[in-house]
């Protein structure tokens, strides 16, 4: 096991993407859509997703054929699904703070990981797209584990890649299989607020933090972060 960063509470950082990291639930929407309307004759609302989301995307798929529709060609949905990923990624951005957060951390010594259900690629497509991936030691999928959230396998396989310890870890999501995963993974859990999980619903699962806005992370991670900090208290 490395040794600690006596300097900082954490030695390594785990964030879920999709509603932690960047607003990405419209563009996944969209490129869902383009999938589907021409092979099941309409469009799609994210509500009739939804139900779907937790698994990798590739997974997602099967499971909407196979209850709506006959998947005939499952490769080549799959290969138009990884297009529309490269192709569809303008309106992706990062949540307001993020970006000076995860640079405060590198700067700090702090390993940074993505564990997200999404396939490894699509997930490392959208990290991209909301111009993060070089900030990042890691990202890793659904597809890159056995288990999905929130079996802990997938936080567990980056606390052993970054060797580090999992009380010196902290995992970051919006949802409640988010805080499951941190807690069984025996990391310290951040539940947020503006993704696509429900306040009551992140704080009747006791994460160690609930936080509400993405500019103050900092105060949960106990980072001070130069010309952040000071900023953040006066804009809020």
Known sequence: ????????????????????????????LRIFNRLLIDRTGREWKL????????????VMIERIFS???????????????????????????????????????????VKLGV???????????????????EYFDEVIGGDAVSNYKPHPEGL????????????KTVYIGDMVSDIETGRDAGATTVAVTWGAGKREALAAANP???IDDPRMLHLALQVTLQGIVHATENNL
């Open 47 to 58: 509500a009739e997703l939804a139900p779907y989301f937790g698994t990798p995307e590739t």
């Open 115 to 133: 564990y997200s259900g999404a396939n490894t690629e699509s997930a490392r497509i959208r990290v991209g797209h909301a111009g993060l991936l």
């Open 156 to 167: 567990l396989k980056l606390i052993e890649q970054f060797d580090v310890d999992p009380v």
């Open 67 to 109: 209850d709506h529709h006959n998947l005939d060609n499952h490769e080549a949905v799959i290969a138009d699904f990884y297009r529309l990923c490269h192709e569809d990624g303008h309106e992706i951005e990062a949540f307001d703070g993020i970006r000076d957060l995860l640079h405060g951390l590198r700067q700090a010594g």
């Open 208 to 210: 160690d933090h609930l």
């Open 1 to 28: 096991m490395q040794a600690h960063n006596k300097k900082n509470r954490f030695d390594a950082v785990v964030f879920d993407l999709d509603g932690t990291l960047a607003n990405t639930f419209p563009t996944v």
